[in-house]
């Protein structure tokens, strides 16, 4: 999908079925960056909208539009 070279986030998900911790641990080392989140409980849902925002930011234009 040609991503070379493009910022990657992983976005670890169902943080609420995790049960062994030191599993997530070396993930989370293996995978950077990273957000865990669960959809469930919306934890980590505040970080990923934070590394959204910075990720995005260097792509944005200002523009102006008139609209009839």
Request: avoid cysteine; hydrophobic fraction near 45%.
């Amino acid at each position: 999908i040609n991503v070379v070279g493009r910022p990657t986030l992983y976005v670890l998900n169902k943080a609420d079925r995790v049960t062994d911790p030191m599993a997530l641990a070396q993930l989370r080392l293996n995978a950077t960056p990273n957000v865990v989140v669960s959809g469930l409980t919306g934890e980590g849902i505040d970080t990923l909208v934070e590394y959204l925002a910075e990720f995005t930011r260097d792509g944005l234009v200002p523009l102006t539009l008139v609209i009839p």
